[in-house]
């Protein structure tokens, strides 16, 4: 069972919610569990911020189970809701949706430039999670739904993944599916939080190509 499948609710590390801040919900995958309690902190105060106890996964989570959703929602109107997901939604997997781990196959894959790469990761059985043209839907469908339960929807572009680009494509694929989500965010006017750019220097400290140490955590909870 992936973490945004677990029965947690909205309840976890979140400041005192006593009716008088402003409700700040922050949905995101790990890299949001990475700075949501910098942000709780500060913000104290300022606003009452919070998030799911999990992992919130790909676009296609947020649509599957709608109930599930509402469990991140809670049963107040938000004043602000931060939302981003990507990172998931770029992974190779298979029927089981199993996900497909360079480091398993690197002895084959080293070497090989990009168009070898992506076939022999096809071969395998693995596709992209989501496709491009699903993603711009899912990140349409999802905003769309946000805004009814949040005064201002905010969307976080997702951030760097080196050891992703250079092992699996050798070219920096996120920025792609950011492109398409600030298309769609256009489209439907939602403001976008680019933590990308911001992230973007940080590069030797996302020691495993992916997370960030308290001191890159940190340079992004101030920019959300």
């Known amino acids: 069972m992936m973490d945004w499948e677990k029965k947690d609710t909205i309840k976890q590390m979140a400041n005192d919610d006593d009716g008088s801040l402003s409700r700040v919900l922050i949905l995101g995958d790990s890299i949001s569990l990475g700075y949501t309690p910098i942000v709780v902190e500060k913000m104290k105060g300022k606003a009452f911020v919070t998030r799911p106890a ?11 189970s709608r109930g599930k959703i509402g469990n991140w929602l809670g049963e107040k109107p938000w ?5 981003n997901f990507g990172i998931w939604d ?18 084959e894959l080293d070497g090989l430039d990009r168009p070898t790469r992506i076939k022999l990761i096809e071969s395998k059985g693995f596709h992209t999670r989501t496709s491009p043209a699903e993603y711009a839907e899912n990140t349409r469908n999802i905003l769309l739904d946000l805004k009814a339960h949040g005064k201002k929807v905010i969307f976080a572009l997702s951030t760097p ?44 400290d996302q020691k495993d190509g992916c997370h960030f140490s308290h001191y890159g955590y940190n340079i992004l909870a101030d920019a959300v």
């Open 161 to 204: 993944l080196p050891s992703y680009e250079e092992r699996y494509f050798g070219m920096d694929c996120i920025a792609e599916y950011n492109d398409i989500a600030c298309n769609v965010c256009k489209e439907i006017d939602v403001p976008v939080n680019d933590l990308y750019s911001v992230a973007k220097p940080l590069r030797e």
């Open 90 to 107: 770029h992974h190779f997997i298979n029927e089981k949706e199993e996900i497909f781990f360079y480091d398993q196959h690197a002895a």
């Open 79 to 83: 004043d602000v809701i931060h939302v």
């Open 54 to 64: 999990c992992n919130c996964g790909p676009s296609e989570f947020y649509l599957r």
